[in-house]
């Protein structure tokens, strides 16, 4: 195995990433604290090399999602074949997707009210400045609508997902059912397919530059200051995102395939590590079915769809952050929720998390549609608004692990899981 540094021996990209993961940290918070405002700071290093770093890193990722998302989702419909089974794997997707996210609200709520997240804050020192002007106009049948794309030309340039995915799925059923007649275009997508598999592993190569800059630039920014009010309501987060991540999934991991979930973890963290230095899931896409491929066997057949319909619709982190957000701004404000509120809660962050696209701090808008459903005042997201950043990114994590385990179930539920790539190191 390549982890080890042993005998000088080459690490891997796991560790690579997870260094450059703390190494950004730390770097980041030293800058924050111990290295004065200048030139040399701020324009030579955190503007200039981690900003050109990180974010080039970041837009190369970006490139990649839409033509892979296309050819690969192409690909995968046309393997299938059969509308019925497509069919299938997409209901029983999404009803995993649903559940996790109603479960994930579960967490936090039960969590949240454990740990009392707004009793006892002192607003004043808190309220920040600015002033939100936080509106959401989301209408569900629109948002339904709006999948079918007027022009899938617009609906690949704009990066529309669930467009995407339509049009591709019904592209890759037509060449199925077509069969010899359009095999030159399904070799063209087969073939571009795989140029853009190794585009990403040429581009992941480049993760730990990437994930080193983009940590040290966050965190030369925050530092730590601006948690401290709010320590309460971060740990509430933190810990309900943890009890989602390393309980409810890799219970259902266990229960649903038998896999190990130690080794799932250690297999997708440097998908958890980019999700995380880039809060964004769209951006994580084509890593995510990649490594599943790779190191979990998961067939790209269900990724391609799975994923980047889970990148779009599914994000329990996002949830949870609104469920614990509901509590803390209920207590800070004084206001009694009770089971009906309750229930209204998990049904409206439930949808939020569809209705949340999965870029950084989108949640936090979609986060005045739950607010609303219950009567709380809007200024509760100026609270948290501030420290946001960081728990966009730890919550993305959350998102996209989210997908890849309900991914893993559904490979494993249809056939489409190798166990024997899982079990190599
Ligand atoms: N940044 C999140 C994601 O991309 C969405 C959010 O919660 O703001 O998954």
Redesign the pocket.
């Known amino acids: 195995m390549t982890e080890t540094n042993k005998k000088g021996k080459k690490l891997g990209l796991t560790t690579k990433t997870f260094i450059a993961l703390i190494a950004g940290a730390i770097v980041g918070v030293i800058m924050h604290y111990c290295v004065p405002s200048g030139y040399i700071k701020d324009t030579i290093l955190v503007n200039g090399v981690f900003y050109v770093v990180g974010n080039g890193f970041l837009r190369l990722m970006q490139m990649l999602v839409v033509p892979l998302v296309f050819c690969s989702l192409v690909c995968g419909s046309a393997a299938i074949g059969d509308t019925q089974t497509l069919g299938k794997v997409g209901v029983k997707t999404i009803c995993f997707y649903f559940v996790t996210t109603a479960l994930a609200v579960g967490v936090a709520l039960a969590f949240a009210n454990v740990i009392n997240p707004g009793l006892g804050l002192n607003m004043e020192a808190v309220v920040a400045a600015e002033n939100t002007a936080v509106s959401t106009d989301v209408s569900f049948v629109d948002t339904l609508l709006n999948i079918i794309p007027k022009n899938p030309i617009q609906g690949l340039a704009e990066g529309n997902m669930l467009q995407i995915i339509l049009f591709a799925l019904i592209i890759g059923i037509i060449l199925a059912k077509l069969g010899e007649k359009t095999s030159t275009v399904l070799n063209f997508f087969t073939q571009f397919n795989d140029i853009m598999m190794e585009m990403t592993m040429m581009v992941m190569a480049l993760a730990p530059y990437g994930v080193f800059c983009l940590i040290a630039k966050t965190f030369s920014g925050i530092g730590f200051d601006a948690f401290i009010p709010l320590l309460k309501y971060m740990l509430g987060v933190l810990g309900a995102l943890a009890i989602q991540c390393f309980g409810v999934y890799m219970i259902m991991l266990v229960l649903f395939t038998r896999l190990s979930p130690v080794k799932f973890i250690k297999k997708f963290f440097p998908v958890m590590a980019f999700a995380f230095s880039t ?4 951006a994580t896409i084509p890593l995510s079915i990649d490594t599943l491929a790779e190191k979990m066997g998961v067939s790209r057949r269900i990724s391609s769809f799975t994923i980047p319909l889970g990148a779009t619709i599914n ?1 329990d ?2 949830a949870i ?1 609104q469920g614990v957000a509901v509590v803390f701004a209920a207590q800070a404000f004084g206001i009694e929720l009770g089971v009906a509120e309750y229930i209204t809660v998990i049904a409206t962050a439930a949808l939020a998390s569809i209705g ?1 696209a ?7 808008i979609t986060l005045s549609m739950v607010f609303n459903s219950v009567g709380l005042p809007l200024e509760g997201i100026t609270l948290i608004m501030g420290i946001d950043r960081i728990l ?1 990114m730890t ?2 994590a959350v ?1 996209i692990t989210g997908d890849a385990v309900c991914t893993t179930i559904v490979a494993h539920q249809n056939g489409e899981l190798n166990r024997e790539i899982f079990e190599t190191e």
């Open positions: 809060a964004t899931s769209n994000m982190g996002t952050m949340t999965g870029v950084p701090g989108v949640g936090l966009d919550r993305t998102n």
